[in-house]
């Protein structure tokens, strides 16, 4: 299994500004995921970040607006860049350290 | 492209009865996975079930790879069962490597 901490667990943040979100791992992942959960929705895959590589972006998310950072194998951050109230979300980081995934406990955002 | 459809989208139950929750996909997958999602948003893991049977107090499930479904009973439901459950595929090939499809879900409502 895996431990998964995720910071901060929700924000109210003012439209135009950046939230990061900082997860950090108990052991060392190859990979890392970042999920999008709009309201009301299910959860759909943002970006996958290997260490020491860039991320790897999903159909429909950017680097400019969702720029991602991996500079360890037990660390990644995921901003939210230039905020608008469609960005009001749940964002999940996930690993999968032996094919079962684990989850952080989510950051539940909301733009004003 | 992948498909995993999930039945009921909603069930209200009073406390103490079963229910079924099943979920329909459309390719191959190595890894199923069974997840439920309090009210704060977290990602709890119930069942990590790419085929056969498991149970885990009043919760059991059934992955029939061959058949691309899976099933999740909940007996002697409570109140604490209430929420969303998420079924989510995923495969061990090329890009798509360790990443998550996942259903719409089901949201349960048990009532006292």
């Known amino acids: 299994s895996a431990v998964i901490s995720q910071k901060p667990s929700r924000d109210i943040c003012q439209r135009g500004t950046s939230l990061t979100i900082q997860c950090q791992v108990d052991s060392q992942v190859t990979m890392m995921f970042w999920y999008r959960q709009q309201p009301g929705q299910s959860l759909t895959l943002i970006a996958t970040?290997?260490?020491?590589?860039?991320?790897?972006?999903e159909s429909g998310f950017v680097i400019d607006k969702f720029p991602i950072s991996r500079p360890n194998l037990t660390f990644s951050t995921l901003t939210v860049s230039n905020m608008s109230p469609e960005d009001s979300s749940i964002y999940l980081c996930s690993v999968e350290p032996l094919f079962e995934a684990f989850f952080g406990q989510g950051t539940r955002l909301t733009v004003v | 492209g992948i498909q995993v459809e999930q039945s009921p989208p909603d069930l209200i139950l009073q406390e103490g009865a079963n229910s079924t929750l099943r979920c329909n996909f459309s390719d191959s997958v190595n890894n199923l996975q069974w997840f439920h999602q309090n009210p704060w948003g977290q990602l709890i893991n119930l069942f990590y079930?790419?085929?056969g049977t498991k149970q885990n107090g009043r919760l059991s499930a059934t992955t029939v790879a061959t058949e691309r479904y899976s099933l999740l009973y909940i007996s002697s439901s409570q109140t604490t069962d209430s929420g969303v459950y998420f079924c989510a595929v995923s495969f061990d090939r090329g890009s798509t490597l360790g990443r998550l499809y996942f259903g719409r879900g089901t949201q349960l409502t048990v009532w006292p």
């Open positions: 079930i790419p085929s």
């Open positions: 970040a290997n260490q020491g590589s860039e991320a790897t972006y």
